[in-house]
């Protein structure tokens, strides 16, 4: 999702959009099925969920297709049953990493609309054509996420798949909080810990704090 997320943002959300189920519980007890108070997500929405491929971590990503809708990339357009997400460069961007990108702005057929990144000089990961997929078909009952870096993302075009309902667990809206360094290292002594405090207060990225999740 970079730059929209970095590693070390704090991402507000919230249960309520979709409503519950059982992964919006501690620890996730099998006691229901589906969801209670469920409402749909919408086109556009930045979703933290449990990938079926793999349900002991979360993922956050962009819906970018609805049951039941055919999707398809062509020379890195989006395109929903046949139709183009509106897509406008609006400048460069160059990460912590001095990785450099074009920034783009996409606005979905509901309005809600956001910037993705397309990396200047991509790395063709294990050979994948990333500026070209599909088409694809989104199961009934089941959502279709990408990331909004397109060159660098584990989404349902190549790893993710097909996200069913249930797994949602929440909607994404802005940074809450966001530090290079993290608060807490597993593997220091408490000293060691006590010691890293001027650190990671200096890595705190205090321009990313707030910042929202969509453009707005």
Do not use: C
């Given at each position: 999702?970079?730059?929209?997320?970095?590693?070390?943002?704090?991402?507000?959300?919230?249960?309520?959009?979709?409503?519950?189920?059982?992964?919006?519980?501690p620890?996730?007890?099998?006691?229901?099925?589906?969801?209670?108070?469920?409402?749909?997500?919408?086109?556009?929405?930045?979703?933290?969920?449990?990938?079926?491929?793999?349900?002991d971590?979360m993922?956050?990503?962009?819906?970018?297709?609805?049951?039941?809708?055919?999707v398809?990339?062509?020379?890195?357009?989006?395109?929903?049953?046949?139709?183009?997400?509106?897509?406008?460069?609006?400048?460069?961007?160059?990460?912590?990493?001095?990785?450099q990108?074009?920034?783009?702005?996409?606005?979905?057929?509901?309005?809600?609309?956001?910037?993705?990144?397309?990396?200047k000089?991509p790395?063709?990961?294990?050979?994948?054509?990333?500026?070209?997929f599909?088409?694809?078909?989104?199961?009934?009952?089941?959502?279709?996420?990408?990331?909004?870096?397109?060159?660098?993302?584990?989404?349902?075009r190549y790893?993710?798949?097909?996200?069913?309902?249930?797994?949602?667990?929440?909607?994404?809206?802005?940074?809450?909080?966001?530090?290079?360094?993290?608060?807490?290292?597993?593997?220091?002594?408490f000293f060691?810990?006590?010691g890293?405090?001027?650190?990671?207060?200096?890595?705190?990225?205090?321009?990313?704090?707030?910042?929202?999740?969509?453009?707005?």
């Amino acid at each position: 999702m970079s730059a929209t997320i970095l590693g070390g943002d704090y991402v507000f959300s919230t249960h309520y959009n979709y409503g519950y189920s059982i992964y919006s519980l501690p620890f996730s007890p099998d006691i229901f099925k589906g969801r209670v108070l469920a409402n749909q997500p919408e086109r556009g929405d930045v979703v933290i969920m449990r990938p079926p491929h793999d349900m002991d971590i979360m993922y956050i990503k962009r819906l970018i297709g609805l049951p039941g809708e055919k999707v398809q990339i062509i020379d890195d357009v989006t395109y929903i049953n046949d139709e183009p997400i509106k897509r406008v460069e609006v400048g460069n961007h160059t990460d912590e990493y001095g990785v450099q990108f074009i920034k783009f702005k996409e606005t979905m057929s509901n309005g809600t609309s956001f910037f993705s990144y397309k990396m200047k000089h991509p790395n063709k990961q294990l050979g994948l054509d990333q500026s070209n997929f599909g088409p694809y078909l989104v199961e009934e009952g089941h959502y279709f996420f990408m990331g909004d870096n397109r060159d660098g993302s584990g989404d349902s075009r190549y790893q993710l798949g097909n996200v069913p309902f249930r797994n949602l667990i929440s909607k994404g809206h802005l940074v809450l909080f966001s530090i290079k360094e993290p608060l807490w290292d597993a593997q220091a002594g408490f000293f060691e810990q006590i010691g890293r405090i001027w650190t990671w207060i200096s890595s705190i990225r205090f321009n990313r704090i707030a910042n929202s999740l969509y453009e707005e």
